[in-house]
């Protein structure tokens, strides 16, 4: 019983996040916290994510980001990520501090993960990670380089994944882990259940970057051109489709609180893939 609940805490949820072009795969792995989850459920209780408090509606206020010039090339994008990153930072602390979570700044590895409790998807198709395990982006350079050297691209990507790490300080992962592990769902729902998470993190990204849009180093084009890249990746059935997506990324663009961001309760259409 004890060695099944171990390998039960290290599962991995693997999903995909196709944006234009650029195969950037999200791995989101945790384990569980069964104080803050479980209580009630002998009850009859089950988790959800819709109760975590981003749906309280806390401003996201306008936020200087202080960026370096964009370089095209691998070798100087660690220090454009550690740059952004402070950035998110910035924007989601004092947010994160009025909801009563834990301002925690994600770690951030400038190459693929190890395999193990965040375990590698193809690499053929992966080009970032996150990992809840760890609390660490993974960027590895080489990869999300190839096939885009626009900022844009890469200011939706770091935002997007930074979304989930905002997610798991929420315990909206927890939720999502602990619903696979309490109530096993049919793969429709589970499917249903990775979009929502998945275009949370992209409304999330866009409440980002309409805080930092015309502010310091990022322009209102550039911020508008990474929402629009964030709205329009490759429809995924467990990304949603395009509409979905162009949907939750200007919602949290023109909508300065996270209440914006919930899509627990959206309407099936707004986070259908088709």
Same mark, same amino acid.
């Given at each position: 019983m004890?060695?099944a609940?171990?390998?039960?805490r290290?599962? @991995?949820g693997? @999903?995909?996040f196709?944006?234009?072009g650029l195969?950037t795969?999200?791995?989101v792995a945790?384990?569980?916290?069964p104080?803050r989850?479980?209580?009630?459920l002998?009850?009859g209780?089950?988790p959800s994510p819709?109760?975590?408090p981003l749906r309280?509606?806390f ?5 200087? +980001?202080?960026l ?7 070798a100087a ?11 998110? $930072? ?8 009025a909801?009563?979570l834990?301002?925690?700044r994600? /770690?951030l590895? /400038?190459?693929?993960?190890p395999?193990?409790r ?12 996150? +990992?809840?395990a ?8 080489d990869?999300?380089?190839v096939?885009?050297?626009?900022? $844009?691209v %890469?200011?939706?990507v @770091?935002a997007h994944?930074?979304?989930?790490h *905002? ?5 909206v992962?927890?939720a999502v ?7 096993? /769902?049919g793969?429709?729902?589970? @499917?249903?259940?990775s979009r929502?998470?998945?275009l949370q993190?992209?409304?999330?990204a866009?409440l980002?970057l309409?805080?930092?849009a015309?502010h310091?180093? *990022? ?7 990474a929402? %629009?890249n964030l709205?329009?990746g ?6 949603g ?9 200007e919602r949290?663009?023109?909508w300065?609180?996270?209440?914006? +961001? ?6 099936? $259409?707004? *986070?259908s893939?088709?």
């Amino acid at each position: 019983m004890g060695g099944a609940a171990s390998q039960r805490r290290q599962r @991995v949820g693997v @999903v995909l996040f196709l944006l234009v072009g650029l195969a950037t795969a999200l791995v989101v792995a945790h384990e569980r916290e069964p104080d803050r989850w479980f209580a009630g459920l002998a009850a009859g209780g089950r988790p959800s994510p819709a109760d975590n408090p981003l749906r309280d509606g806390f401003v996201v206020a306008p936020t200087d +980001c202080s960026l370096p010039v964009f370089a095209e090339n691998a070798a100087a994008l660690p220090s454009y990520y550690e740059a952004l990153t402070t950035c998110l $930072d910035a924007v989601w602390r004092p947010v994160l501090r009025a909801a009563g979570l834990p301002a925690e700044r994600p /770690a951030l590895v /400038a190459a693929a993960p190890p395999p193990g409790r965040c375990a590698r998807p193809d690499p053929r198709s992966a080009s970032a990670w996150y +990992c809840g395990a760890n609390r660490t982006m993974y960027l590895p350079p080489d990869r999300l380089m190839v096939g885009t050297g626009n900022p $844009d691209v %890469h200011l939706g990507v @770091v935002a997007h994944e930074y979304g989930h790490h *905002v997610q798991l300080l929420a315990g909206v992962m927890d939720a999502v882990w602990a619903n696979a592990e309490l109530r096993p /769902a049919g793969p429709e729902l589970a @499917v249903e259940e990775s979009r929502r998470l998945e275009l949370q993190a992209t409304c999330l990204a866009g409440l980002f970057l309409g805080a930092v849009a015309g502010h310091g180093s *990022v322009s209102r084009e550039l911020a508008e051109r990474a929402v %629009h890249n964030l709205g329009h990746g490759e429809a995924a059935t467990t990304h949603g489709g395009v509409r979905s997506q162009t949907f939750w990324a200007e919602r949290g663009y023109t909508w300065p609180t996270t209440a914006a +961001c919930d899509t627990w309760t959206a309407r099936p $259409d707004e *986070v259908s893939y088709r």
